[in-house]
């Protein structure tokens, strides 16, 4: 079989084609965005086999999957955690809709905030939707259960959520491919012409169905060779490892052998039986599992009274952050190393903007702009140009969620600040911005909104941004006022008419929207190296 | 066997591909390897590490322990300060003394090169000279993989193979200026142990 060496995200998507998927899905965002590159990248892809797409954001890359999985074929959708909030809401219903053909959901948890607002555990999400969680312990796993997962929401027809989490989507390991597949599943419409239509009438008998089905569910968790046993004959602990800590716990045996019990969580529900095995043989209990106390949560309840549980709640692990074999040692009790401390001199090194990059000057002339006004008044969003709240800029004051800048400075200005300034990104702009600027218009906000038009998804590594060259098209159509559309040119030279501009439309009273474009430096320079080398390879072939 | 190689440096240094060149030079000698590595904001300018594993058996955790790490390859002379804790007693500092300065509180180079003159298994050297002298100063990363082989148990056949296989597409200048880069490295560190 042939073996490769790839990304936990690379596995995932690997495993998806080589599984017959016929689309996939996403909006990008760390640490999920190198699945759909990867598959985006492929020979199915580039031949038109499958479709592999970014989205406008998660929810409609959700809906699409959704779609997919309607007409009977295989549908994959990959986001970072907090993009599943945003596609919550289909999230949710698919699992009352059910699935036709295999709906598989990847959610990348971010524990640690390597990059993300927070560090929300996406299986909860699972839980609350009242599906399978299949969470990998390493890559190969992350293979396997992608064709577990589609195997799987087409034996229970209810969509599987896949939960990642940073350290294995962005590690790299050996995969081994399973032999090729059957091919793609035919066009096939469900059986049931009422099953995808939520009306309270037909939404009671799903979901009614749904919870019918919990059962199997269980059943499934209950076989599943996700979920094992692994003897110790020491019973004073009995331990619990979920996905990739199980990895950190075995780091401590050189032959992989722990003295105490151990089992190894990698399909939910949690197997019952082996749960109850665990806590009855055992004197206490350690669980190990990366983001929220979700297992240990569970095996407390709410009373907390039984058996001694012992995790992130009870302080015997960080409440917070990634687990790594350091944490896992010392609440083992197991001597924890540690080498020479940081000298004193170490400082840190924040990420900046890159040299020359366009948000650098639009900021320049914003700030100046902002000198006649108190301060507190630019809600942003997130993207490169939130590197904006940093020195020596500092230049905007919130940074919520996607979308929050424009919806929130209208809720400033209605609450009196005025002017209230809003500054998003082009593709956060598509991803969530418009409907916010709809409502500003429809009110009359006294906002200044302004949309960096850096022609592409810049922080997740320059992802096309379908607003590009467009956005005054777009903010005209909503029913922004043409004289109050200004695009301006972020560059040194232009600073003094950029700064008169920014002071004309914050002057305004109702909502104006200036578009600074310019490319991104980086996606800029790397088109031109395409095609220099290009042109290079086309001489070497001569 | 087994090596556990913290790579160090500052996002758009390059230190992903170093890791990527011993993780191909490992597997073309049929040994495990683990790869964790720094994706998203901290590209920008920011400390970018990574965490390299290999051996001759199964490896557990994509993380190497505190304390375990045999060898810290640094392509900028703070940033592998910044991982000590990582080293084990009987491993290596590899670094580059050249600073890459894009802070306005960077601190003082001759405090730097002192503190990495005390750690116990050390080479230093400015890796960015040596890499001019291969007729580009981007080749930077392979002198310091080039310092890294004496501690790694792989042939150096292998890195040759790796180099030729990851620029295949770069053409034979870059080919060559990159194997001269990696003798470079390796040479001195080897004079370096003695
Ligand atoms: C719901 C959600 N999805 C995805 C992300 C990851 N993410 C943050 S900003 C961003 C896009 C930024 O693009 P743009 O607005 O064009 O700004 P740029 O980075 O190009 O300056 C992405 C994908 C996120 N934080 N939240
Ligand atoms: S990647 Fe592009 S948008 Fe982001 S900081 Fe660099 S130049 Fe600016």
Known sequence: MEQLVLLGDEAIAQAAIDAGVTGIYAYPGTPSTEITEYAERSGEAREGK???CWCANEKTAMEAALGVSYAGRRGMVSMKHVGLNVAADPFINSAITGANGGLLVVSADDPSMHSSQNEQDSRYYGKFAMIPILEPGNQQEAYDMVHEGFALSERLHVPVLLRITTRLAHSRAVVKRHPAVTGQNPLQLPENPMQYILLPLSARKRYRELLGK???????????????????KDRS???IAAGIAYNYLMEHYEDRKCPYPVVKIGHYPMPRKLMEDLCVSCEQILVLEDGYPFIEEL???YLDKGTKIRGRLDGSLPRDGELNPGVIARALGLPAHSGIPVPDMVVSRPPSLCKGCPHIYSYNALNEAMTSYTGGRVLSDIGCYSLGALSPYKAINTLVDMGSSITMAKGAADAGLIPAVAVIGDSTFIHSGITGLIDAVDHHAPVTVVILDNQTTAMTGG??????????QIV???GVEKEHIRVISPIPRKHEENVTIFSEELAYNGVSVIIPRRECIQTASRKLKQAKNQTGSGEEGT | MK???????????GVLSISALIGLAAMKSGLCLKQAEVHGMSQRGGEVHSHLRIADAPIASDLIPEGKADLILSVEPMEGLRYLPMLSEKGWLVTNTQP????SNYPDLDLILQEISRIPHHVAFNADEMAKETGSVRTMNTVMLGASIPFLNIPFEKFEDAITVFFESKGSEIIRMNLAALNKGRDFALKGLG
Do not use: C, H, T
Request: glycine letters at 14%; zero cysteines.
């Open chain 2, 100 to 103: 890459f300065i894009n802070i």
């Open chain 1, 476 to 478: 005209e159509g909503i």
């Open chain 1, 237 to 239: 602990l009995g331990i």
């Open chain 1, 463 to 472: 992802q096309p941004s379908p607003a590009s060259s467009r956005i005054e």
């Open chain 1, 50 to 52: 499958i479709k592999a």
């Open chain 2, 3 to 13: 090596k556990d190689i913290v790579l160090a440096g500052v996002g758009g240094q």
């Open chain 1, 299 to 301: 095996l407390r309840g």
């Open chain 1, 214 to 232: 919990q059962e199997r569910i269980m059943r499934e968790a209950e076989g599943s060779p996700y979920n094992r046993w692994i003897e110790g």
